[in-house]
């Protein structure tokens, strides 16, 4: 009982679907935060000569009062053109970034619409509850990764900066313009080997925070066992009704034993209850058929409404296995049924 008790199995579909509607998901801030960054360095460095274009017409642009008496409508003139250059610059370079934010969501766990974090949780404000999660052994993990996570950019960041430092004697001598490229392309490096550690701690943590998801979601067998009746109801009702099922179907089938015209017996085993319609022009079909009890109900109908019984014990267990109730006989039972047949019609004559 106790193993039933205990969470030790993987979550089931359901449940992980249940947890999303919830507006539970295994999210990786710092995934997220890798493509947000990747994206907006990409972007800079494809928009950089655009920008600066851009900033050296804004310089030109406040060039041109110098020497001009500022008045209040003139600096909001000044004010109102600058927000506009700085918005222009600005939106290439925020929309890439904005939908590489989504994307990252995405890209962990699709796309899902709730309201239900929306909804107001007086829980949430509790004071006591509050103070247990402050110190709770998550929010420890959660201060130790932070720790990690900043000591080693940090360390690595300060590595390749001491080898820059090493450079500067040199650099200092050189003309300006070679300084500028110099630091450019120390920039460059310093990104790069930046976008390269914070993306091996994105994946670490990408793959920390789906382990603790799915162990969190993780359930015992009787929640299991909870979950499949819940979905596919209870077996004992289900297997009431699949009697009522096959009862009814039951039914139907005896009421098509009058209309048939012979019905061909093991002779206590098996009944199969066959029609004929020879101005249809299609073979005889299999209107009822039954096995034990099923059978004998067969026989009973077929005296009281005097459709004749023949006894053929090989046919009648071919046919009761081959053909289903409705469905013609194959050519391979013609000539014995043609026989039978024969026989009925001839039997009726003679009485």
Do not use: C
Not at 19 to 27: C, I, L, R, T
Not at 59 to 84: A, Q
Not at 218 to 242: C, F, H, L, T, V
């Amino acid at each position: 009982m106790a193993d039933d008790l205990e969470k030790t199995e993987e979550p089931t579909p359901k449940k992980i679907e249940d947890a999303k509607k919830e507006g539970n998901v295994p999210k990786s801030m710092d995934t997220s935060g890798f493509i947000t960054l990747l994206v907006a360095v990409v972007a800079f460095i494809a928009l950089t000569g655009w920008i600066f274009d851009r900033l050296e017409t804004l310089y030109r642009y406040y060039i041109h009062f110098v020497g001009i008496d500022i008045t209040p409508s003139l600096l909001l003139e000044i004010t109102i053109h600058s927000v506009i250059e700085i918005f222009i610059m600005v939106l290439p370079l925020a929309l890439p970034v904005a939908i590489a934010g989504m994307l990252g969501a995405w890209a962990q766990f699709g796309i899902i619409f709730t309201t239900k974090p929306l909804v107001p949780d007086l829980t949430k404000i509790d004071p006591v509850k509050g103070a247990k999660n402050l110190f709770s052994l998550k929010k420890l993990v959660e201060g130790f990764k932070i720790t990690v996570k900043v000591g080693s950019v940090f360390a690595v960041a300060f590595t390749v900066f001491l080898g820059f430092i090493e450079e500067l004697t040199s650099v200092s001598h050189a003309p300006l313009a070679q300084q500028i490229a110099w630091l450019a392309d120390r920039a460059m490096v310093l990104a790069a080997v930046m976008l390269v550690l914070l993306m091996v701690l994105a994946l670490v943590d990408l793959l920390f925070v789906r382990y603790n998801y799915f162990k969190g979601l993780r359930m015992s067998k009787q929640e299991i066992k909870d979950e499949m009746k819940q979905m596919e109801g209870n077996p004992e009702i289900k297997a009431k009704i699949r009697q009522i099922q096959m009862e009814m179907a039951r039914k139907r089938m005896l009421a098509e034993v009058p209309k048939a015209d012979v019905v061909i017996t093991n002779p206590t085993h098996y009944a199969v209850a066959l029609q004929y319609r020879e101005e249809e022009g299609h073979a005889p079909k299999v209107v009822a058929k039954g096995a034990d009890l099923i059978a004998l109900k067969i026989r009973e109908i077929a005296r009281e409404h005097h459709i004749q019984i023949v006894e053929n014990p090989p046919l009648a267990r071919e046919l009761y296995r081959r053909v289903e109730i409705d469905e013609e006989i194959p050519e391979q039972f013609y000539q014995a049924v043609a026989e039978v047949l024969a026989f009925v019609y001839k039997s009726r004559r003679i009485s």
